[in-house]
């Protein structure tokens, strides 16, 4: 979008992150590497910074959607301002040391060993020796009733994916969990490293902290006195408290990795390759507005509308004048999060109702709309009848639209019909023929669009799906020393006069410590 110069505001960057849920497998290959890397330790063994859940299903930990339960996110109040949904200053210093609204361990799983020197020790006889669970944080002997990805491949669906938060209303009636009606797709979550994170928020101490230069949200070690407000603050329950020390620990989006120029472990090691990073420019001033965003449903184009083009001189220009390095600068210019997010206009945010306006976007899923437009006993070479078989396809738009648009399922179904076009025509042109545009104009999309979606979605190379610039080290002192801070919204408490809604919390801008930002990490 191009804006005039005195419409771009205080020009800021963000490491986004974009995935295909249409290539997720499913595989857990990015939680495992996750885990090995920042929560194989003591304290944390309950804790998967990145976990890949099945849709439809309860998730982790569970019904960790269900905000009337546990109070995460921002809403509006009487008069429209922005509060958190956990309640003010007030409420949260007097609920200090009796949070009600935490998940139990139950929620999440009791990690459990098992009794190993039983199989290699037990003495000979008729039976064969077993190794029985035992709690890691008890060493008692205990049974197994839940974990992080126990309802993997819809794993118990019938007795528990009915609970599932997001199948409300009358068209969750139809959704089955018999063998010839049911469906599933994989949902890989991770902290969402939010523009307006009500963590962030939340915690009194301070000790959680938005990174100015590139908004990746950390927790300062040595500050957390372990009040666990982040926890009930967050609405995508991605914070964690760590039993033996304490204090909160969260995703980092491996910022080590990050300001080396790498992409992230879990981006790393994806078996599907469905992971995008790149930066993303947004214009601070407006993150406010658009959070308190009046109708839910309107989020989504808020949200896009705080980004900004980083082709447009004006931003290019204001960017300058912000600090952000030439490099970066072209790096967002190359930045495939922006061509999902902004330009295509395929991704999109999970729950964009919490009002947190997340940064981890998702392409959902399209199902097998080729068989549905059969089983209608309608015509594949007709665009028509393709798109009308969208509206039937196996995952309700309903269910999609819950997750990724507020309940707006035009938004959702517009995107899926764009996959659907965009996969039609790539198909004939494989097979020598011309393709049908018509499809694509109805769309929004031309030849050479539909080209460089497909290059993108289909075949990236790593160089395209990751475009990571380094951090400028030589600069890292000017920004430790920086007076601006990150402005994050208030929860109804008084501002001070001409704070625009917002209040500055005095958050310091460049923490690269890992153990102060993490502690004792891997």
């Not at 958190?84 to 799983?109: A, M, Q």
């Not at 890989?188 to 939010?194: K, N, T, V």
């Not at 920004?479 to 929860?491: F, G, I, K, N």
Request: negative net charge.
């Amino acid at each position: 979008m191009s804006r005039d110069e005195a419409t771009v505001g205080r020009v800021m960057a963000q490491v986004a992150m974009v995935m295909n849920l249409d290539k997720c497998i499913g595989c857990h290959t990015c939680s495992v590497t996750c885990k090995q890397t920042w929560t194989n330790r003591t304290g944390v063994e309950y804790a998967w910074f990145n976990n890949v859940e099945t849709k439809p299903g309860v998730g982790y930990p569970r019904r960790y959607e269900d905000q009337d339960r546990w109070k995460g996110g921002w809403m509006l109040d009487r008069r429209g301002r922005l509060v958190l949904r956990s309640g003010g200053r007030v409420k949260r210093l007097l609920s200090l040391f009796s949070n009600p609204d935490l998940p139990s361990l139950e929620d999440y799983y009791e990690p459990v060993t098992y009794d190993y020197d039983n199989l290699v020790g037990a003495p000979a006889g008729p039976d064969m020796p077993v190794a029985r669970p035992r709690s890691v944080l008890t060493g008692r002997p205990t049974s197994i009733t839940w974990g992080a990805n126990w309802e993997d491949g819809l794993g118990g669906a019938p007795e528990n994916a009915g609970a599932d938060p997001n199948l409300s209303g009358e068209w969750a009636e139809r959704v089955r969990f018999e063998f010839e009606q049911t469906f599933l797709f994989h949902l890989p979550r991770l902290c969402e490293h939010c523009l307006n994170p009500a963590c962030v928020s939340a915690c009194p101490s301070g000790a959680m902290y938005k990174r100015v230069e590139d908004g990746i949200v950390l927790v300062d070690q040595d500050k957390c006195r372990g009040w666990r407000m982040c926890v009930t603050a967050c609405p995508y329950k991605k914070v964690y408290v760590n039993h033996a020390t304490g204090k909160g620990e969260k995703c980092t989006f491996c910022f080590p990795r990050i300001e080396a120029g790498q992409p992230t472990v879990c981006s790393e090691t994806c078996v599907g390759r469905l992971r995008y990073l790149g930066l993303l420019l947004y214009d601070a001033d407006r993150v406010g507005e658009a959070a308190a965003t009046p109708d839910e449903k309107d989020l989504l184009d808020a949200q896009r509308g705080v980004f900004l083009d980083p082709a447009d001189p004006d931003v290019i220009a204001a960017a300058r004048e912000s600090g952000i390095p030439e490099d970066w600068l072209a790096a967002a210019r190359r930045s495939p999060v922006y061509d999902l997010v902004a330009r295509h206009k395929v991704a999109l945010p999970l729950h964009p109702e919490y009002r947190t306006l997340p940064m981890v976007w998702y392409v959902p899923p399209l199902s097998p709309v080729l068989d549905a437009v059969d089983a209608a006993g309608g015509n594949q070479d007709d665009p028509d009848h393709v798109f009308a078989a969208v509206t039937r396809l196996r995952i309700p738009l309903e269910y999609l639209a819950e997750l990724f648009t507020a309940g707006d399922t035009d938004v959702v179904g517009g995107v899926l019909m764009k996959l659907t076009a965009l996969r039609s025509y790539m198909r004939a042109r494989t097979l020598g023929e011309d393709g049908d545009e018509a499809a694509l104009k109805a769309v929004g999309l031309t030849a050479r669009e539909a080209e460089d979606l497909h290059r993108l979605l289909a075949v990236a190379k790593y160089e395209d799906r990751y475009v990571v610039p380094a951090a400028h080290r030589e600069d890292a002192a000017a920004l430790s020393a920086m007076e601006d801070r990150c402005p994050v919204e208030t929860s109804g408490d008084p501002q001070p006069a001409g704070s625009g809604g917002r209040i500055m919390l005095g958050i310091p801008t460049l923490r690269r410590s890992s153990a102060a930002s993490t502690g004792d990490s891997a």
